[in-house]
């Protein structure tokens, strides 16, 4: 994903104009829509603006993992959680422990279904 496309997105999520990001990242209307259209990229001091502004990190917005035993979807997973209030952290986060349960659970009874099968 390009940074144009993932500036989009994040627009798009924020329900934010490119002109409100361009206003609050105190750059010209016209520099952030090169940067949309890809016609244009931003300085690293820009870039360090746009990630504080969504809470996300540089490497997100460049689409750069520099790990390569993450997980697809890490980085969009912090990405979100970051974007949450505290509330919403919480819950999201007890969300995440009862899918692991639930997960959990299914293994389990997977496995007792087939030692169960073995021996007989």
């Keep these: 994903m ?3 496309e993932t ?3 994040l627009l798009e999520e924020h329900e934010l104009t490119q002109k409100q990001l361009a206003f609050a990242l105190n750059v010209a209307p016209s520099t952030l829509g090169g940067y ?3 016609t244009s990229e931003p300085d690293v001091a820009t870039l360090k603006n ?3 502004f969504f809470h996300v990190s540089m490497d997100y917005l460049l689409d750069y993992s520099s790990k390569s ?3 697809p979807g890490e980085n969009e997973l912090l990405r979100i ?3 949450l209030s505290e509330k919403e952290r919480f819950l999201f986060l007890e969300q995440g422990k009862l899918l ?3 997960s959990q659970k299914e293994k ?3 496995r007792i279904s087939i030692n169960t099968e073995s021996a007989g």
């Design 36 to 38: 949309v259209q890809g």
């Design 108 to 110: 389990s009874s997977t």
């Design 7 to 9: 500036l989009r997105e």
């Design 100 to 102: 692991l349960k639930y």
């Design 69 to 71: 035993d993450s997980a």
């Design 81 to 83: 959680y970051r974007s």
């Design 2 to 4: 390009t940074i144009g």
């Design 50 to 52: 746009i990630a504080a």
